[in-house]
């Protein structure tokens, strides 16, 4: 298995993990880009939301975990979520994932 977030959804490799359930995991960005950067991702290999936007369950069940995470971190002035899709979009792990960023002010537009 060489996708790096399948591996680590199965235990096979190393990650801060900040919480986990049947369906999602959410770990800590090894290079985080602010205060909190956390990844959340299903377990289920899926390259990106261009693949999964159609699965509405999944959608809104990594949503919804990177919301409770938001909280959970105690981001209560603000934070962002973001999926990056393909070269263009600056993905470099193809496996679905939501980056949560907080814990300070973010510019905007991004770069
Ligand atoms: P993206 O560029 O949107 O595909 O995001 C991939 C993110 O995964 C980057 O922010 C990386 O820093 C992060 N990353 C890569 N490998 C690992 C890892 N082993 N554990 C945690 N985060 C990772
Ligand atoms: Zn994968």
Known sequence: MS??????????????VVSS????IVIRDIDPKAP????????RHV?????AADDGELVARVMRVARDAARAEGLDDGYRL?????????QTVPHLHVH????????????
Do not use: K, Q
Request: charged residues 25%; proline residues 6%.
């Open 82 to 90: 973001v999926t990056n899709v393909g070269e263009h979009g600056g």
């Open 21 to 24: 359930d049947d369906h999602v």
């Open 100 to 111: 949560v960023l907080g814990g300070r002010h973010l510019g905007w537009p991004p770069g």
């Open 3 to 16: 996708c790096i977030f399948c591996r680590i959804a199965e235990g096979d490799m190393d990650a801060d």
């Open 47 to 51: 390259a990106s939301i261009d693949e």
């Open 36 to 43: 909190t950067h956390l990844l959340v991702l299903p377990r």
